[in-house]
């Protein structure tokens, strides 16, 4: 069985209200990019990706009025592609869904949230992720009330010839610090936007947590927005939002070998799989934001990953027309895993 997590950036301006592609030559969120120039570059990765199932970071909106499911099923059939049905878990707010795009061949797949729901005032623990997740951090005595502005959807995925395992797609919040008018300003909001990370990614290690002490075989994938030594506020908490959902000293830990040559250290050459443009400084900045987190019984099969990046994998290099529709289609790599379940 082949999954794969891609983040595909602005998927959602690529419809229009009756969720049918806007393919003209209008100019799309890509740099100097049409819109028909990132459908077809989308389609094109896709139907290289052949994938059983595909979770879809910045899926099309989900509204009164637009439909995640409809969008990316109308997208599946123009094109042809296996991966032909999706799903979605709780909607957000954001314009980027996440979404499950899978081939109903290949496999049996269930929205299938754990924790309980909470009121406004929350809960700790592991509640569900369209709730109230309540933690004091310890760094200001002061209790946080956190929610996901992207809920992680919850798979149970069962394949026609295999044992059923647990999905969990997530996209952590970004530390960007957006509206910060001066230095203090991009402090406070960066130490802000890294502490509710932090607080995400506990309360989604809490859900892994409670997978693994019932052995349950679990991949959790995604855009987690982070790495080791991605930013200088790091220190202030000890550990990156990678670290903490993998699962720190005296836990069961989950496994990604990009990860885990990132943890190793900061000085060796890294895999990345996303890819940015610094405009005042004119030069493109690469980081690893995305991941296969697997159990250790999913681990001990022997799985392979691939990160589908147009310069650093050969088999993408070597194929123009694949290679330029990475780099058109998002600002992120998808990455796959090959496993037998």
């Known amino acids: 069985m082949r999954l794969a997590t891609w983040n595909v950036e602005w998927f959602s301006g690529l419809f229009d209200d ?11 969120a890509r740099h100097n990019v049409t819109k028909s120039q990132q459908i077809e570059a ?22 009164s009025r637009r439909s995640t499911v409809r969008a990316l ?9 296996r991966a032909r049905k ?18 109903p061949d290949a496999m049996e797949v269930r929205h299938d949230p754990g924790g309980d729901p909470t009121g406004k005032k929350g809960a700790f623990g592991a509640p569900r992720f369209d709730g109230v997740f309540r933690i004091d951090l310890d760094v200001d005595a002061t209790e946080d009330h956190v929610r996901f502005s992207k809920p992680p959807l919850e798979l149970e995925v069962t394949p026609r010839s295999g044992r059923p395992i647990r999905v969990i797609g997530a996209h952590l919040k970004s530390k960007a610090p957006h509206g910060a008018v001066d230095r203090d300003a991009v402090m406070r909001l960066s130490i802000a936007n890294r502490r509710k990370q932090l607080a995400q990614a506990i309360w989604l290690r809490a859900r892994v947590a409670e997978h693994l002490a019932a052995g349950t075989p679990l991949m959790v994938m995604g855009d987690l927005n982070d790495g080791p030594g991605l930013d200088e506020y790091e220190h202030l908490f000890g550990r990156s939002s990678l670290e903490i959902v993998i699962g720190g000293e005296g836990e069961v830990a989950l496994h990604d070998p990009h990860a885990a040559r990132a943890l190793q250290g900061r000085l060796a050459a890294l895999p990345t799989t996303a890819r940015f443009y610094v405009k005042p400084e004119g030069r493109y900045l690469q980081a690893l934001l995305d991941y296969i987190l697997v159990s250790p019984d999913l681990a001990a099969t022997g799985p392979r ?3 589908w990046h147009p310069f650093d994998d ?3 290099w070597a194929r123009p027309e694949l290679r330029d529709a990475l780099i058109a289609a998002s600002d992120h790599y998808p990455v796959t895993i090959d496993i037998e379940v």
């Open 314 to 316: 050969t088999g993408c």
């Open 18 to 28: 009756a969720d049918r592609l806007i393919a003209d030559d209008s100019w799309s």
């Open 42 to 63: 989308i389609a094109t990765v896709m139907t290289a990706l052949d994938a059983d199932g595909i979770m879809v970071i910045e899926a099309p909106d989900h509204g």
């Open 86 to 103: 999706a799903l979605i878990g709780f909607p957000n707010e954001t314009q980027q869904e996440i979404a499950f795009l899978y081939d």
């Open 305 to 307: 990953w691939r990160i």
């Open 73 to 81: 099923e109308y997208f599946a059939d123009v094109f042809s592609l």
